[in-house]
Each structure stands twice: as C-alpha cells, then as structure tokens.
C-alpha cells in the first residue's frame, strides 16, 4: 500500500527541491520553458510569455492541494535559482509504481544536476511513498536523458515505437524501470 505524502523538500547536495512558486516564473522563462530544445525533448510546448508561465504555475501550485501530487522545482542551492522541475507524473496506486519525468535548463545540462535530482526523487518514492518500481522514459533521440536514467541505476524495458509525431517525424519512445530492492 502507498504512503501518500505530497509534495516535501527535498536537499541534495547541490539542489533544493520544493514545491513551485509563483515567483519562479521569470527563472522558469529564463531557464528552460522558454527554450524550444529543452521542451522539444521534454514534450512539451514552449511558454513565451509571463501569463502563460502563471498559468502553468496555477495547475502545478492548485494541484499541491492533492497528497498524491508530486512536482518539484528544481532550484540550484548556489544561485537559488529554479533550473528546471521533476516529477512523478503518474503514481499508479494499484499496482504501486510511479513514472518520473524531468528536465533541466541548457545552461544547466551535462553537470550531473539532472541525475542528482533523479536519484533523489527516486529515493523519495521508495522511502516516503512505498512505490515498489519508479519507470522513467526518454524520446530515442534524446541521448542525454537516457545517460542520466542509466547512471540512476534504472534497466531498460522496452521501446513504443513510433509513439511521439513531432515536426513531421515519428520518434520512439523508450521504457526503463528499478526495483525498490535494486536501488541504492
């Protein structure tokens, strides 16, 4: 059975991940949701304007109401600044897993951060919620991700091909998962 907690801080040794603000919107523009690349590979749509990032921030703050909702800003400890965000954007109580999704601001990029926050959100899952298996997936064409899935330890499953359509091409879409008994 899961232990529903919410969404709490969590300290690594070089990020703070807590819950969004609303004043994390011009780093949000500035860093990553702004930027076509970061949100390409994310699969998400890019937010240009201060509005659309408030409404963004009004789904992920109304929805901390919820003790099932799991989304962390990612914020660098050095600058305080929010670089990215990560998530279990489904928890599936049933059958006691929970899918982690993530990304990181360009300029924050191949410096281990996005590992780092992975590992702990992991850990989080198996230690504070119960989860007996944490997946995560990346787009075939995303190379990095896939480095930081495999450094958190996580095996790979399997591919959906052809899952993802964008800008006219179709874009496989690749399964990895760990046990709570092989983490750490």
Not at 105 to 117: P, V
Request: proline fraction near 2%; aromatic fraction near 14%; include cysteine.
């Amino acid at each position: 059975m899961l232990t529903h907690v919410g969404t709490c801080k969590i300290e690594t040794e070089r990020l703070s991940l807590r819950r969004f603000l609303y004043s994390d919107d011009e780093d949000m523009l500035k860093y990553w949701v702004s930027d076509p690349d970061v949100q390409f590979m994310y699969a998400e749509p890019v937010y240009t304007t201060k509005q659309e990032v408030k409404e963004l921030l009004n789904k992920y703050i109304s929805s901390y109401e919820k003790e099932n909702y799991y989304r962390w800003a990612v914020i660098l400890k050095e600058t305080n600044e929010c670089i990215g965000q990560i998530a279990y954007f489904l928890v599936d109580s049933k059958n006691h897993f929970g899918e982690i999704e993530y990304c990181i601001g360009s300029l924050f990029q191949r410096k281990g951060l996005a590992t780092e926050a992975t590992k702990a959100v992991i850990s989080y899952g198996f230690d504070k919620i119960n989860l007996h298996k944490v997946q995560i997936c990346h787009k075939s064409t995303n190379t990095p991700s896939r480095k930081v899935i495999e450094k958190c330890g996580l095996t790979y499953e399997g591919t959906l091909r052809d899952f993802f359509y964008q800008e006219g091409e179709y874009i496989d879409r690749l399964y990895y998962s760990i046990l709570k008994n092989e983490f750490k």
